[in-house]
C-alpha cells in the first residue's frame, strides 16, 4: 500500500475597491446614520442589493459588503454569507441593510425571518446584529430594531 500526500488549499481572498462616497472611519451612532450610508451605497440599484456595514468597537465602519445581490423583489441572504465577512474584517458588531426598488420600505416576512436568523447567528459567534435598515430611492427607509423586530 503507497502513501500519497494529500495537500488541501484554501483561499480566501478578500477585494477591495475603491468607493465615491468615503466610509472609512464613519461611526454609526442612530438608524439614520447607517440608512445614509446604506442609501449612497445602494439606494438606486434595480434589484435587491444586500449590504453588510462591519463596525469597530466604537462603532466605526471599518468595512462594507455586498453579500447578495437578488432580484427585482427578492435576496436570498444566509447568515454565513454575511458572517464569513464580518469575521474576515475583525467587526465588533454589524448592520444590515438593503433596498427595496419598489419604494416601498415596508417589511416583508421574509425581511423579518432573515434579521431574526442574522440575530441567532450573530449570538452564537460573538459578532452582535446591531440593525437591519430598509432604504429606498425615494428616500424612504425603515429601521426594523426601530420597529421592533431586533
Known amino acids: ?6 495537500f488541501e488549499v484554501v483561499r ?3 477585494e477591495i475597491k475603491e468607493s465615491t462616497v468615503p466610509f472609512a472611519l464613519y ?12 442609501m449612497a451605497h445602494i439606494a438606486d440599484e434595480d434589484r435587491e442589493v444586500f449590504l453588510v456595514m462591519m463596525l469597530n468597537t466604537k462603532n466605526q465602519v471599518v468595512g462594507l459588503h455586498r453579500a447578495h445581490v437578488g432580484s427585482l ?10 458572517m464569513k ?30 434579521t431574526r436568523r442574522l440575530v441567532e447567528a450573530g449570538k452564537i459567534i460573538g459578532i452582535e446584529v446591531l440593525d437591519h ?3 429606498t ?7 426594523l430594531k426601530e420597529k421592533g423586530y431586533l
Open 133 to 135: 435598515v430598509i432604504v
Open 85 to 114: 465577512c464580518a469575521i474576515l474584517n475583525n467587526a465588533a458588531s454589524i448592520i444590515v441593510g438593503h433596498q427595496h426598488p419598489s419604494g416601498d420600505p415596508t417589511p416583508s416576512r421574509e425581511d423579518i425571518e432573515v
Open 27 to 38: 461611526t454609526i451612532r442612530s438608524p439614520e446614520d447607517a440608512q445614509t450610508l446604506a
Open 137 to 143: 430611492h425615494t428616500g424612504k427607509h425603515v429601521s
Open 73 to 82: 423583489n427578492a435576496s436570498i441572504v444566509h447568515p454565513r454569507e454575511v
Open 1 to 6: 500500500m503507497e502513501l500519497t500526500s494529500i
Open 12 to 14: 480566501i481572498k478578500q
